[in-house]
């Protein structure tokens, strides 16, 4: 198990941006895929987006396409989401996951490791 620490949340205006920070404590960081997911309240974890371990390939959700960048600097065992034009529908609780998967798969279930998850909430 890979023991995953996240950072970053917070409450913003819509419009607003913010980075997600997810430290891992694993030293062969490089050899997992890594991904963010979110949960609102009464919905179901939803994949947010993925990153390879070498960073080459990389996901992420039609909602989120164009305005959230995932990336990773595997030199500090740390993967980050870049949020722009925040909207008050990303409000949820961000989840940073790992797993030693093949490409970058959408699907929570390929995903063995998880954070305690960070509050995302934003304003209208």
């Known amino acids: 198990q890979v023991q995953l620490v996240e950072s970053g949340g917070g409450l913003v205006q819509a419009g607003g941006s913010l980075r997600l920070s997810c430290a891992a404590s694993?030293?062969?960081?490089?050899?997992?895929?890594m991904g963010w997911f979110r949960q609102a309240p009464g919905k179901e974890r939803e994949f947010v987006a993925a990153?390879?371990?070498?960073?080459?390939?990389?996901a992420h959700a039609d909602s989120v396409k164009g305005r959230f960048t995932i990336s990773r600097d595997n030199a500090k065992n740390t993967v980050y989401l870049q949020m722009n034009s925040l909207k008050p529908e990303d409000t949820a609780v961000y989840y940073c996951?790992?797993?030693?998967?093949?490409?970058?798969?959408?699907?929570?279930?390929?995903?063995?490791?998880w954070g305690q998850g960070t509050q995302v909430t934003v304003s209208s």
């Open positions: 694993e030293r062969t960081f490089r050899t997992y895929t």
């Open positions: 996951a790992a797993g030693l998967v093949m490409g970058v798969p959408t699907n929570s279930r390929q995903f063995t490791s």
């Open positions: 990153v390879s371990g070498r960073g080459g390939s990389a």
